[in-house]
């Protein structure tokens, strides 16, 4: 898979104590790569980092990001193949209540990240992870290209906005030459999985409802949003870092990585369905007015990661939910980093059965 280029190479992953990164950290592992973290220490002991004891699988140091010199000197202490950047304050609510905090991590932060890649020879592929509220919300139904405004009118937005002009920046004025680090970013949203427990997120909101025998109260049951379980996104960077690394900088740039249209179903819908296979579970959801105004429509084209990368979503909206609570209901289950792989490996077999390229070799 992925053609081997992971294994035995040295990868340094920001923020692998979260819930993308601390993911994505055991699929590396599970691919043959020796994987350094870097980013502060977990938040709570549900926390995938702590459930699946990856502390003890791959090499973790506490660092903030916007701490350059204790990155930098990472950095050139591990001498990576690959880093990804996914540490970073990642709600739109905690944002209002710490724009600065926000800023400062998501910007200064990304700049901290390829300083490091341009101080360290070793890097040969730096992907930032981003989001799809980079772009300029003009709340039209059509999906965001890569070549659309950035934007965003709250502070994580435009932390994420600014990210992606940074890497731009960083694209054109230092990694644009042969000799050096083939860049690019990541936009993806909406990402649903085991192990988040990150709070104002639906899912997590669920699962704690339930383990309180609560009913989980829906605020805007009829938004309608792209769900993604957490491996289609890292799919996608692994795609895009195996294609950066055998082919270099004509993957440079930003990518989208969102699901096919039919996984884009209500609060509701998604709610229901997750009752409907886990069999337990209740939720009411309260009249509102402004449904309007929390429509906020927000699709991404993922048109060229289709054709370019030959990459795609491999979960349709049943399996999205069904791998999401197979996920959270491991109540048996005594060794949660084995369930995590066993889960990635079903996600590679469905993907080979469909012909994914990156799974087939
Ligand atoms: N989960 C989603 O639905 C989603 C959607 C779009 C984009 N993203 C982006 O993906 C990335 C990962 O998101 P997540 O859902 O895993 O978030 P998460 O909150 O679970 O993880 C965030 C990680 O960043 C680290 N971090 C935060 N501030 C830091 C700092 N100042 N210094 C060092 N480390 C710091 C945390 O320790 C943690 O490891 C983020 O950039 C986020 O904005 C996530």
Redesign the pocket.
Known sequence: MFKNVFKNKKVLI????????SWLAIWLKNLGAEVYG??????NQK?N?VVTALETKINHLD????DFGKLVDYFNVVQPDFAFH??????VIDSYENPKYTF???II?TVNFFESVRKCNSVKVAIN?????CYQNNEWVWGYRENDAMGGKDP?SAS?GASELITQAYLYSFFSKDNTANIASAR?????GGG?W?DY?IVPDFFRALEKRESLKLRYPESTRPWQH?LEPLSGYLTLAMKLFLEGKKYSGGWNFGPIGTTNQSVRTLVEKMIEYSGIGKYEAPEINDKFFEASLLNLDISKAMHLLNWKPVLDFLETVKFTVDGYLLNNVTDIYNARISQINSYCKLAKNKNIEWATH
């Open positions: 920001t923020g692998d104590t979260g819930f993308k990164g870097y980013s502060l220490p977990p938040k926390d980092f660092g903030d990001v916007r996914l540490a970073a304050q990642p709600l400062e991590t998501n932060g992870i981003t989001s799809d509220k994580y994420k993806a949203g909406n990402v649903i988040d990150a997120r957490v």
